[in-house]
């Protein structure tokens, strides 16, 4: 079942802490950023995923999902379909312990990714006033 209260929280919040990351990134903070990124784009999938009527709980199944469901049936742009792997991937990368400072061209490229990620997803909502998904995919774990 959809619950619409959750979806526009969840995507307003993610709109709102896209721009505190852009605050992130301009005080250097490379590993919070990242970190921030990851856990915004995510909030934004599982927003979306909920109001098109996918209940996802772990980031694993949202990112399964995301790729199967929403690229799968074109919903959004295919320049999409990698965004949350390569989040995922930025994050492991600063999470190791002693990495390699991250350039600043490369976290800007990440925020823009993040807040256009966002955008993309929150249009998507708009675009699409009822469920679309045929069947409920709960994950439970």
């Known amino acids: 079942m959809v619950d619409r209260e959750e979806t526009d929280r969840l995507i307003r919040t993610a709109l709102i ?6 605050e992130i990134e301009k005080e250097g903070d490379y590993v919070k950023a990242v970190n921030e990124a990851y856990s915004i784009m995510f909030m934004a999938a599982k927003a ?41 991937d930025y994050r492991e990368e600063v ?26 997803l929150n249009e998507v909502i708009k675009a699409n006033p009822e469920p679309i998904l045929q069947h409920d995919i709960t994950d439970f774990a």
């Open 95 to 120: 999470s190791v312990e002693k990495a390699e400072p991250m350039p600043p061209d490369k976290l800007a490229r990440i925020v823009a990714g993040c807040k256009d990620f966002v955008n993309a």
């Open 17 to 22: 802490r896209v721009r505190a990351l852009e």
């Open 48 to 88: 979306t995923l909920n109001h098109l009527g996918a209940n996802a709980i772990s980031h694993r199944a949202v990112a399964s999902i995301f790729r199967k469901e929403l690229m799968g049936r074109d919903v959004m742009s295919r320049k999409y379909q990698d965004y949350l792997r390569k989040i995922h």
